[in-house]
Each structure stands twice: as structure tokens, then as C-alpha cells.
């Protein structure tokens, strides 16, 4: 397995792959991987000849508050990890590759993310929209991989992959969770110990809300309500969003007649978590 | 030559084209072609095995009191302009198989679309980028050609295609012109016979700038009052802009001491027509 750093060598390698017959499989990641991101790539190798996974902290994303510069970085342990799961090439690009000083093209949306973490984080799904389109165009795969942990980030990027006429599948992989049901996730690592205990009131109230809906509850006041009381009864945990939205479009859901999306962002001291679920009334389960 | 209506189609053909070797040129028009985009389809057809060219009237591109509903259309015209010019396919989408109900994606740049046509049309070059971006990934062409009549269109192209990644060659064309110099445009059927010979103070007084320029002047604002007299001698011509402008970054010149764009936009009656030239100082000559 290779790390390239150039986006003319990884075309370079990728177009002689395809001349091979290769299927390309591609997973961007921000790095500081974890089993989330190893399900991602080995459902890639599952599908696909060649696997692709791209690490780079996409500066873009990041509001002027946020965590760009502390967030975790470590090549080495990714490196391991991709080549345990499969991966046949790293593509991790300095900034500077990706955005020239006169840089000044977007891609954006104007709905899907007006809600959840849109609100909390304005400018953040442009970042993630443009990068994600860069590094589609740059790789040139047959599948991207995304986890459903980032929910929105997944519609979003299914929905800029429909409109913009994008030849490429976008595959959805379930969230991957500890033991004790917190979400895998790079920034558990901002965790104390203490904190650490406590973020698990998030996968907690989100069962709790689950059950009500499987009980029949069909009021996304009723859930919301519910897991707020639940998070509330920790002392650390600080809610930024709880909200209920149709699954596909991202807007609010008054009552639950449809596939929504049930969705949290909770601080735990200064670290900021997400969580989700997906629930489709009828078939009585989670997707 | 073929004229396909859906994008699925379309994707088959140039697949089939591409497995067989075949290099791929791609001329983006809104029909109602002249020689001006038969000279595109020409270059594409001396560079490429197999050209396409599409044929759409982008609503998005359109502001609400421009012209979507007048600009004109001829089908039967444009296949046998294509044909002649040495076109291999016709892609012909409905506004219906471009735009889904709840598309809301777009592609937009915050630097080269402030100025210029960007200025006098909010939103243009949100609807050229997205919809140009679109037909980019549908055709996979390895080329692509356009014209130098939109100069701000060419350099916004030229640059979402390097910011955005782009696996495609953008390949600017000389304007074509009348004998007696109005640049050639679909939007000239608009004009009476009055309006058609007023119009020929674009490309009059476009020569005039460029007369001054080769004898040595380097003021753009001088340049720019030359042009605005020689124009306000048509008593049926309403500048909507003249403009010196850096010929990459379309930001305004105030000396020429690098490559420029001079360009402007004038109504004639209610239509409006742009016309331009580059001029590099030194060179002495325009590219």
C-alpha cells in the first residue's frame, strides 16, 4: 500500500488501475482512523478491486471556532489501519495541493442544510460539499463510502451526487459503536475519562427515544422531549440540537408518518458529539 | 449523428465511444447556432475522434426579467449546422431531465463574477457554473471548447474546472464575426435592420480602444472613455458596462501593465450584446 501526496500521482496510479479493469472503491476520511472508517474500507475492498482512502483535515469545513488545528492527526497509525482493512492506496494531500491562494469556487446547497448541524455550523457543508466534490473528480471512483454517523453529511453528499449528474454510487455504512454503545468517533479521543462516562448519555436517551417509537409514539415533539429530559440528567452533557427530520430532505417532521431521521449534537464539556437514528414506521426498525 | 434527449443516453454512447478509444470534445451551446459555435465544433472535430454538443436553454442562468422565454430555438437548424461542422451527437435535455423537482445544488465562485456581466446579471454564473459543471460529468469529455465572445464565462469555466479538479481540457475559441465586425451572437436575430447596423458600434469603438492601446496607452481609464464616447455617438446604444479588467482574475485594471480584458455590454433597444478583446502589452498584439 502507497501514500501518495500529489493529485498527479494519484490519477496517475488510479488511471492505470482502470486501464487494468480495475473497480475503484473510495473512502475520504479526515484520518485519526477508527473501526468506523476500517468497516468503511473493507466494505469498499468487499465491492471493488481497488480501494482508495483519502486523509486530509479540510480546512474549508471548519468554522473560525472549531477544531482544525487541534484535531487529531497520526499517519502512521492510520497507515496501519487502512492496510489491515484493505486499502491499496492513501491519497493525503497537503492544503496546499488542494487549494491554490486564489482558490475561489464552491459547491453548496440551499436545503438539507438549513437544520442540524447546517445550524450549528454555518459554512460547513459547503466545505465538506466542495472538498468531497474535488476528491470525487480527483479519484475518479466507481464508490464512495460514507458513515452513517454524519447523517446529514450523507444526504448531503447523496443529494450533491444526484444533482450534479456525479457517476459515482454512494454507499451508506451503519454506525459503528463501542461496547457500551458510544458512536466511534475521532473526536472521542477530546474525552476525559469523566467525560468519556458521561457521553454516553447520548446512544442512552437515543434508545430511549427509539423505544417510543417503536412502542407507537408518533409525535416528534413527544421524542424530542423525551431524550432531552434523558440528556438533561447528565450534568456535563450541553444540547446543541436535538431534532426529528425526514430522512431524505433534512426537514423538520411533525409527526412520524415517514422514514426520519432522528439526530443529536450534544456538548460533553468542550467536545462536541453526534449521534443518530434512522426510523421507518411500518417496517418497525431501524435502517 | 444522433440527437439524444436523456442523460442516460447520452452516458451509454460516450462509454461505448471511450471503450472503444475514441477522445471525446464537448461543445456546451444554447443553441440557435451560428458560425461562431460551428468554429468550436470544428476545433473539437480536429482535436478529438467524436464530438458532442449540447443544445439546452439553462433557466438557471436566466435572471427573472431576462430572456428564458424569447431566447431563441431551432432544432432543425442546429442539426444541420452540427452536422456540417462535424458533430457526432446531439444532446437535447428537457429543463425536466436537468433539474429534478428538489434539486438544490449549485456551483457557484466568490472572486472573477463581481465585476463585468457578473455585476449586471446576479446569478448568471451560478447557473453557467452549475449547469456547465452538470454536462461536464454527464459527457466525461476529454475537451472542451467555448468561445472568447464570453470572456467572463471562459475564465470562470477555466477556473471551476482547476479549482474543482476537473479531468477536462478547457479550450477558449477566437469570436467569429460578421464582415462588418459585430461579433456573432444568437441574440443578433433580436435586432431590426435599424437596431442591427447601430449595433455596429460595439466592435467600432472596440477597435478604437485597441488602436490607443497599440499606440502606447496604458490608462484604463482613458481607454475606457474613448470607448464610452465612440459608443454615446449611437444615440439607440445604452451602455450597460465597459470594463478593463485583468484577463485571469477579471479584477479592474486601473494600468495596463499585464494581459487585460477590455470588454462591455450595450443594449441596443432592448437587447443586449456584449463584445470584447485582450490585449497584452508588450506583445503588442491581442490573444
Known amino acids: 500500500m502507497e501514500i501518495v501526496k500529489t493529485i498527479d500521482e494519484v490519477r496517475k496510479t488510479i488511471k492505470s488501475w482502470k486501464r487494468e ?116 473528480n480527483i479519484v475518479g471512483a466507481d464508490r464512495a463510502y460514507f458513515g452513517q454517523k454524519d447523517a446529514q453529511q450523507l444526504a448531503v453528499i447523496r443529494r450533491m451526487a444526484r444533482d450534479l449528474n456525479l457517476d459515482i454510487e454512494i454507499i451508506g455504512c451503519p454506525i459503528i459503536r463501542e461496547d457500551d454503545g458510544l458512536a466511534k468517533s475521532s473526536r472521542n479521543t477530546y474525552l476525559s475519562p469523566q467525560e468519556r462516562s458521561a457521553a ?51 426537514e423538520k417532521a411533525d409527526s412520524i408518518d415517514r422514514p426520519v431521521l432522528v439526530a443529536l449534537a450534544v456538548f460533553i464539556g468542550k467536545t462536541r458529539l453526534i449521534d443518530n437514528f434512522v426510523f421507518q414506521p411500518g417496517l418497525n426498525e431501524n435502517i
Not at 412502542?215 to 447528565?234: F, H, L, M, P
Open 21 to 136: 479493469g480495475h473497480s475503484i472503491g473510495f473512502v475520504p476520511t479526515m484520518g485519526y482512523l477508527h473501526e468506523g472508517h476500517q468497516s468503511l474500507i473493507r466494505r469498499a475492498a468487499g465491492q471493488n478491486s481497488r480501494v482508495v482512502v483519502s486523509i486530509f483535515v479540510n480546512p474549508m469545513q471548519f468554522g473560525p471556532a472549531e477544531d482544525f488545528n487541534s484535531y487529531p492527526r497520526d499517519l502512521e497509525h492510520d497507515r496501519a489501519l487502512c492496510e489491515a482493512a484493505g486499502a491499496h492506496l492513501i491519497f493525503h494531500p497537503d492544503a496546499s495541493e488542494m487549494y491554490q491562494p486564489d482558490f475561489c469556487t464552491f459547491v453548496d446547497m440551499n436545503s438539507l442544510t438549513r437544520g442540524l448541524c447546517g445550524r450549528s455550523r454555518p459554512g460547513h457543508f459547503r466545505g465538506v460539499c466542495t472538498v468531497v466534490n474535488k476528491l470525487f
Open 200 to 250: 454516553l448519555i447520548l446512544s442512552k436517551s437515543l434508545v430511549k427515544g427509539r423505544e417510543l417509537l417503536e412502542q407507537g409514539e408518533r409525535s416528534a415533539d413527544k421524542i424530542i422531549s423525551v431524550i432531552t429530559e434523558n440528556i438533561n440528567t447528565e450534568h456535563m452533557a450541553r444540547i446543541d440540537y436535538i431534532e426529528v427530520v425526514d430522512a431524505l430532505s433534512m
